[in-house]
């Protein structure tokens, strides 16, 4: 794993976006799993302004889902699939057939996390994952205490997710649970990028980073990634001794 620390979110952003656009110039059908949330949100606008002067093209892609809130519609503006629209999706001008997201109100959920394992499968793996990390150090919808050997898998909710959520959905929101891609996933693919930013995150990511790598701490598994990137900004990594 290597760790890059930058001066601040723009600087952070811009280098998260390089990393994906110099993946795609090289693969223009490269499978991309990337999360929703607050922390990306810059990088994907980076992503989009280059789409926008034709000067990377991301239509080939395949987008993975990394994960979804169980019974929150596409259309509710708190939902991942929604961001992903709005963010990337729409932005990037990408075809539907490009785009693999899990239904989250599907009556077998079981049988969605079989499907999406399959896809990754067929697709040949997964080229590159953006994570962010939770407040709880989560990865996706891993919470604290997952096993490692999951793939696609139904997840109630802990409380702090329950809670960080709300911050998503215009009123507040019943979220109990999850469904998400695993940390064996994550272990599989090529290349993660895990990134986070802001004073919020240090104590996550000093757990993460320097205490005992764990499944009560989901984001440390990314350090058992030989091609694991975490890319962060100051604020984020002020409370890391080693930098
Ligand atoms: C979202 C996701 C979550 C977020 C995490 C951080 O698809 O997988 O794990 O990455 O909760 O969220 P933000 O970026 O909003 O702080």
């Known amino acids: 794993m290597q760790l890059n620390i930058y001066k601040d ?7 998260a976006a390089a990393e994906i656009i110099e993946l795609v110039n090289f693969k223009p059908n490269a499978v991309l799993c990337l999360a929703a949330g607050d922390t990306p949100r810059l990088t994907y606008t980076l992503m ?8 990377t093209d ?6 993975i889902g990394l994960d979804e809130w169980v019974g929150i519609a596409p259309g509710n503006e708190g939902s991942c699939h929604f961001f992903l629209q709005t963010n ?38 997964i080229d590159l994952m953006l994570v962010g990390v939770g407040m709880n150090g989560h990865i996706g919808f891993n919470e604290p205490r997952v096993s490692i050997d999951n793939y696609s898998h139904v997840v109630n909710l802990d409380d702090v997710s329950q809670s960080v959520g709300q911050k998503y959905f215009k009123q507040a929101t019943t979220l109990k649970k999850g469904i998400t891609l695993g940390l064996k996933h994550l272990l599989e693919v090529r290349k993660v990028l895990l990134i986070a930013n802001g004073f919020k995150k240090s104590e996550v990511i000093k757990k993460a ?18 091609q694991g990137l975490v890319m962060l900004d100051e604020e984020a990594a002020s409370l890391l001794e080693k930098k």
């Open 9 to 15: 979110y723009d600087t952070l952003s811009q280098n």
């Open 48 to 55: 989009a302004e280059r789409a926008k002067h034709k000067k």
């Open 58 to 63: 991301f239509t080939r892609c395949t987008f």
């Open 88 to 125: 990337i999706f729409k932005p990037l001008d990408i075809s539907p057939e490009q785009i693999h997201l899990f239904n989250a109100l599907s009556e077998d959920l079981i049988q969605e996390c079989e499907a999406m394992d399959k896809l990754i499968f067929e697709k040949g793996g």
């Open 209 to 226: 980073l320097e205490g005992e790598i764990s499944e009560d701490m989901p984001a440390s598994v990314v350090r058992m990634h030989e």
